[in-house]
């Protein structure tokens, strides 16, 4: 059973993350050969405010550029 990890920022809408865990499913059955039933989707979200990149975090980084 091949498993997926994603990682994002949280704010994504319902159908977005649907769209999106559907086309992974998809490409990962066709590309290893197995059922669309047996790949497993985790999505891993995280707060603006728990993920940084460069040492700023996503907060900061969003704060900054609305001035």
Known sequence: MPEVYIYALQGKTLDQKRKLVKEVTEA?????????DTVLIQLMESSQEAKAKGGVLFSDRATAAKT
């Open 28 to 36: 990962v059955a066709r590309n290893l050969d197995v059922a669309e």
